[in-house]
């Protein structure tokens, strides 16, 4: 296993346990951010498909096995939004930091939206309560964690296999 593998891997198990113990206790007007949706982006962004893939699967089954909502579907979008976000960010990756934090926000926000979607049709939530009252401010809330997650990660996992510079070394560039 390669040493950003590893890392992507540990930092999986971390952002199970932040979501967990963390992210009920941050909780903004009834509003609890999905780290693992922030943290399976990043990763799909600064890794190979196959890695982020199968992280991005055990994190969302992780999530719906704890109670966070029904089981398969976050392990499902999650699994859909990695493979596109990495293959999307391999072809228009520049080293820039604003292309990076666009397609986070993008998927970000696709993510939520599908996932009120299943909401709504496995339950008897109304769509406005499901689109406007958990989606959007889930998404804006999370698109704030993945703008401290990003250069992070960015940093820990430099060398992406696509041949495609991160933030980090965009900056090295610089100097």
């Known amino acids: 296993m390669q040493r950003e593998t590893r890392i992507a891997v540990v930092g999986a ?16 007007a009834s509003i609890v951010p999905n780290i693992l949706i922030v943290y399976a982006i990043v990763v799909a962004m600064c890794l190979p498909a196959s890695a982020s893939l199968w992280i991005a699967f055990f994190m969302g089954l992780a999530s719906d096995l704890f109670g966070f909502g029904m089981i398969g579907s976050l392990s499902f979008l999650l699994v859909i939004a990695t493979f596109t976000a990495s293959r999307l960010y391999g072809a228009i990756a520049d080293g820039r930091l604003a292309a990076a934090l666009g397609t986070l926000m993008v998927f970000i926000l696709a993510v939520n939206m599908l996932y009120a979607a299943f909401l709504i049709g496995a339950s008897s939530t109304s769509i406005l309560d499901a689109f406007i009252y958990r989606a959007l401010p889930c998404t ?6 993945g703008l401290v997650l990003y250069p992070l ?23």
Not at 140 to 145: F, H, N, S
Request: charged share 15%.
């Open 13 to 28: 198990f971390v952002a199970v346990i932040l979501q967990i113990v963390l992210a009920p206790n941050i909780a903004f």
């Open 140 to 145: 804006v809330y999370e698109c704030a964690i």
């Open 153 to 175: 990660m960015s940093r820990l996992l430099e060398a992406r296999t696509h041949g495609i510079g991160t933030a980090a070394a965009s900056l090295k560039q610089l100097r």
